[in-house]
């Protein structure tokens, strides 16, 4: 069964971490709270491949450049990575290692309730970048197909259920 990635869209803003330190002669510096992630050679290559499919049209059920959804990206991603995956998101929500929204990394999964009733996760999107706490992930919507998103957004922030690593 197929789920579908329909979504509509808020945008709200918030500030980048920064800690403020105060030597004892009174200089001030201010340093940016996220540390430096190590490369994870296998991430980049399933995110440079779901990146190939970026502007490509929404298709329910699609994996292919003529159409493709959330969960179908994720899945030829993986697949062409020689990676096994489920297909629907909802399922896929089932694998890997859930870890907390501070310790993302790029490769993890971000998955979504963005239906009215919420029962189920519904939506998934693959992070292609963290910068601090800006999370940019690659998923499909059924108004603008193949996108690169930020978590910050309020409608992706307030759907966001939880991510998990898989890599």
């Known amino acids: 069964m197929m789920t579908n990635c329909v979504v509509k869209k808020k945008t709200s803003y918030s500030k980048a971490r920064t800690v403020t330190i105060v030597s004892k002669d009174g200089e001030v510096t201010k340093e940016n709270t996220t540390k430096k992630r190590k490369t994870n050679k296998t991430a980049d ?31 030829v991603a993986l697949r062409d990575n020689d990676i096994p995956f489920p297909r629907v998101s909802y399922q896929m929500a089932n694998e890997g290692k859930r870890i907390k929204l501070g310790a993302v990394e790029k490769g993890d999964l971000l998955f979504f309730k963005t239906s009215k009733s919420g029962k189920r996760i519904n939506h998934v999107g693959l992070v292609v970048d963290v910068d601090g706490d800006n999370i940019q992930f690659i998923h499909s919507t059924s108004s603008r197909g ?7 957004e309020g409608f992706w922030n307030h759907s966001f259920v939880k991510a998990t690593r898989i890599l």
């Open 146 to 152: 193949v996108i690169v998103s930020s978590l910050r």
């Open 45 to 75: 290559k399933v995110v440079a491949k779901a990146l190939t499919f970026s502007g490509t049209r929404y298709k329910f059920g699609g994996e292919t450049k003529r159409g493709m959804d959330c969960s179908g990206l994720v899945f």
